[in-house]
């Protein structure tokens, strides 16, 4: 037999934080968290999530103050991805470590402390990664965590629809699938969908008609419709005839929008199938590529000239790695401000070449870009703004 590993007190105390943890309510997590990070060697530590409009970081705990996500260090931390270190007036030290879920930011973890050396950061670092998971999974079915990020009260339709969306990022070593959607608390029929099997990204938008209950409920039948192929094991033709039936059975009254792509992650192959939507974009190093994806447009979802037995057209282009490809609501670029000047597509293009060429990352471009859609519509859109981003790499060198 071979020698058995030591271990150490580093290693227990983040045992007994995981077990703890995992049988904490979330109003005893914060509790957790702060007794295992003093026995760390800690003064303390707070959790903070993100709001679901990505402005603000909100503590877990009641009684500590809100920060601001583009004002403060914790914010830095936050949009960085990384570690940021400050000395308090005291002379000891506040340290902020982001709390991600892989591509999915969730906040910041404030740790007060004396003195840092190596090993600490290693234990802190290691806290914070399996924090995020306990998060992640308590966020499933804990009303406190959804209470706490956010910042008024939220509509009806907007509920409905909310509670079928995915995480806002989802990524791999390739591949990294980003969204964003406004407006948070009054949405109408935007949605947005990505997840993986196997060896495939599947990323969908969809649009709803009008912007009530009906329309939130027509787009909650074309997700459900989406999975439900999807996990059947249905091509992509057969995956949008799927919701096309759906919404004819169920909804006939209602029709809505979409694009539904499949992107082969080894090769980045990618197939897409666009039902009266605005055209894919592809963005390659730094250039929008006019029309590249541009191809006759399907009828909208669920119209009953659909329902005649004809297979939709699926669409096929290769990628280069570092391609972005990229689906958007028409509420995007079709938003006006005072001036009656819409934002556009060009903005709006621009705006993510520049924000990439900056060194920004997916998650943080859409975050800058959404906000600056509302800042000019001053934080009142007509219509709803989904965008959906996925950037891929050559697993070749």
Known sequence: MGREMSVGPGERLLD?????????????????????AEA?????????????????????????????LDTSLAGWAYRTDSLRVEEDHAGGLSVWLPLADGAERLGVVELNMDALDGLRLRRYRTMALLLA????????????????MR?????????????FLPPRSIGTGRVVSTAVLEPAYELGGDAFDHSFTEDVLHATILDGMGHNLASGLATAVAMAGCRNARRSGADLSELVGTVDEALAKWLPDQFCTGIFTQLHMP?????????GHPPPLLIRRHRLLHDALERPPEPPLGLPA????????????????GDRILLYSDGVVESRNEKGEQFGLERFTD??????????????VLRLLIHSILEHRHNKLDDDATILMFEWQSPRP
């Open 306 to 321: 659909n329902l005649a037995g004809v297979s939709r057209q699926v669409h096929d282009a290769s990628l280069e790695s």
């Open 40 to 68: 760390m060697g800690a003064e303390r530590a707070v959790v903070y999530l993100v709001d679901i409009q990505q402005r603000v970081l909100v503590p877990l705990v009641e009684g500590e103050p809100e920060l601001g």
């Open 133 to 148: 998971l306990i998060i992640t999974s308590k966020r499933s079915y804990s009303e406190t965590i959804a209470q706490r």
């Open 151 to 163: 910042t008024r009260a939220m509509q009806l339709p907007t509920e409905m629809v909310r509670a």
């Open 267 to 275: 090769t980045g192959a990618l197939r897409w199938c666009n039902c």
């Open 16 to 36: 007994e934080l995981v077990r703890a943890a995992q049988m904490a309510s979330p109003a005893e997590l914060p509790v957790v968290v702060n007794r295992y």
């Open 351 to 364: 705006y993510i070449i520049r924000s990439t060429a900056a060194g920004q990352s997916a998650p943080e």
